[in-house]
């Protein structure tokens, strides 16, 4: 039995993290308004009934009980594996990746599906203390095996992310401090691995060498590269805002078309040079307040299964932010992720709202599994 004073604070988590959702979805629908009125393509049209879809699928997930995704996580986490090496083989390829199929991003869905299936198993033992390397080896590899292919797509980016959403969940689940730093190095060896055996391409090489020297180098001896166009012209869209920015509709550079991808990937660059440091500072405090609403409500929840998934749902959309507006402000090097509930497209508007829809069961049903 529930006492009335347990419930009150948790019913206010996921109140507070469903305000906190609702206003990033408005603001990425003016920003996206906004970028249109740049490019002339109508993102802003079509990203409505992706949110609309979004907000029914995380309503539908938030309901359902939880043993549903427990037992069918095997189902989601493989069925996601296949699409994946489907997309290597059938895949189309789009700026020298090839990540789509069948109009989706596989992507996108295997890192909830690996969150499923961690979550699974972590609920099935009981004594974290009891961890070893060796017994550490199934969920390692829950967490290589996509990995792996989405570095073969190639998409070092989502593969990074992929890394650390795993590894959020193994952290939170307690294992020891050897165990777990044994198993980063593991994994962390396949970044070196993948670069040697050109796994990584020699394109994204160029995006790490070119974050190196802007890094160490005055910004004009990259400004004459395309290839270090992209990351140039962010740093310069978000310092043209400055503190209050120039308005909306009312960029430079993404009116001049030197911003790229300001609907998708660098649409942190276009919000900043519209709203400036102030509408920055407000916006990551909205994703701040969203990610620790929801983390309030998963380590509320009463049964283990509830606590990871909820964790790992977390870890999806605050690692994606950390990547993205890292890579905008030059602390990452370009990855090609998302901005999670603003960037323009269906594969990442659903997943993530699938994974809010994921963190707000655990505060409906209490974990009930």
């Not at 549903?68 to 989601?76: D, G, S, T």
């Not at 500072?281 to 380590?299: D, E, F, K, P, Q």
């Amino acid at each position: 039995m529930i006492r009335k004073s347990d419930r009150r604070p948790f019913s206010r988590a996921v109140w507070v993290a469903a305000a906190a959702l609702f206003t990033i979805l408005v603001v990425g629908l003016v920003n996206l308004k906004n970028a249109a009125s740049y490019t002339g393509e109508d993102f802003h049209q079509t990203q409505i009934l992706w949110v609309v879809a979004g907000c029914v699928i995380a309503f539908a997930v938030a309901v359902i009980d939880l043993r549903f995704f427990q037992q069918l996580a095997p189902l989601f986490f493989w069925g996601a594996v296949v699409l994946l090496v489907a997309t290597l083989i059938f895949g189309r390829e789009i700026n020298h990746s090839r990540r789509w199929i069948l109009g989706i991003q596989p992507s996108e869905f295997v890192k909830v599906a690996m969150v499923m299936m961690l979550a699974r198993f972590f609920h099935g033992e009981r004594n974290p203390e009891r961890y070893t390397l060796r017994t550490l080896l199934r969920p390692l590899g829950l967490i290589l095996v996509p990995m792996i292919l989405i570095l073969m797509q190639p998409d070092l980016g989502t593969a990074l992310c992929v890394m650390a959403i795993g590894f959020s969940v193994m952290f939170f689940e307690g294992i020891r401090l050897r165990s777990f730093l044994g198993l980063l190095a593991i994994v962390v060896l396949v970044v070196p691995l993948a670069w040697q055996l050109n796994l990584i391409k020699p394109y994204q090489k160029d995006r790490v060498r070119i974050w190196l020297e802007m890094a160490t180098e005055e910004p004009s001896t990259t400004r004459n590269l395309d290839k270090g166009m992209q990351p140039e012209q962010a740093l310069w869209a978000v310092g043209s805002g400055r503190f209050a920015g120039k308005g909306g509709g009312q960029g430079v550079q993404s009116r001049l078309r030197y911003l790229p991808e300001m609907h998708n990937d660098y649409i942190f660059a276009s919000f900043a040079e519209e709203r400036g440091f102030l509408g920055c500072v407000a916006l990551i405090i909205l994703y701040g307040v969203l990610v620790m609403s929801l983390l309030v409500v998963a380590i509320r929840a009463r049964e283990r299964f509830g606590v990871l998934v909820s964790v790992g749902a977390v870890a999806i959309i605050f690692w994606q932010v950390v990547f993205n507006i890292g890579m905008v402000l030059g602390m990452f090097p370009v990855v090609g992720l998302t901005l999670p509930l603003m960037s323009y497209g269906g594969s990442s508007m659903i997943s993530s709202m699938f994974s809010v829809g994921l963190a707000l069961n655990a505060g409906i049903h209490r974990g009930q599994v």
